[in-house]
């Protein structure tokens, strides 16, 4: 953050798929701002791609020391939609929550999320794709990096399928 004690993060919504562009223009207008990104992985055609994301597509953080700096040319910036605001006022962004951000990130700059899952053995869930898309089991662990376990019903009995962690949700 800037060395003005009154400078303060606030969040800008950008257009669609614009982070990066929004990100340059405001930096070229002396903003310092802070797009969090993490690695997600998709699966598309039988092919595993992990990309670089914005943690928050369509949104990212800015500093402003609205003592010193021109603030509302902001909202003219390309690639920004608009300055998250109540009323006429930017709303700041409340103290911490930046930093607690950051130091979630890895080595690389990548904001590192819990990819466990938050279900309990015997959990219901459903499959969200792949070939058991929309059958209906229950969560029978965790397997290797990223996978889990659930048990399906099928011919008459359970049986144990491994999934990525990503393709199933709580029924």
Not at 21 to 31: C, D, E, H, T
Not at 85 to 90: F, L, M, T, V
Not at 132 to 141: C, K, M, N, T, V
Request: proline fraction near 4%; glycine fraction near 6%.
């Amino acid at each position: 953050m800037t060395d003005s004690s009154s400078a303060r993060w606030y969040v800008v919504q950008t257009q669609v798929n614009s982070e990066t562009k929004a990100a340059l223009n405001l930096r070229r207008q002396g903003f310092e701002i802070y797009l969090p990104r993490h690695l997600k992985r998709r699966r598309h055609a039988r092919k595993v791609e992990i990309a670089a994301k914005p943690l928050f597509p369509r949104y990212l953080f800015v500093t402003i020391d609205r003592t010193a700096q021109r603030w509302r040319s902001i909202q003219s910036t390309f690639g920004v939609a608009r300055l998250v605001s109540q009323g006429n006022e930017p709303a700041p962004v409340p103290e911490g929550v930046v930093n607690a951000i950051k130091a979630r990130e890895d080595d690389k700059g990548y904001v590192v999320l819990d990819t466990a899952p938050s279900f309990a053995r015997g959990d219901k869930v459903r499959v969200l794709a792949g070939a058991f898309i929309d059958s209906a089991g229950l969560f029978d662990g965790c397997a290797e990096r990223d996978r889990v376990a659930i048990l399906l019903e099928m011919l008459g009995r359970k049986v144990r399928v491994l999934l990525d962690a990503d393709m199933v949700v709580a029924a």
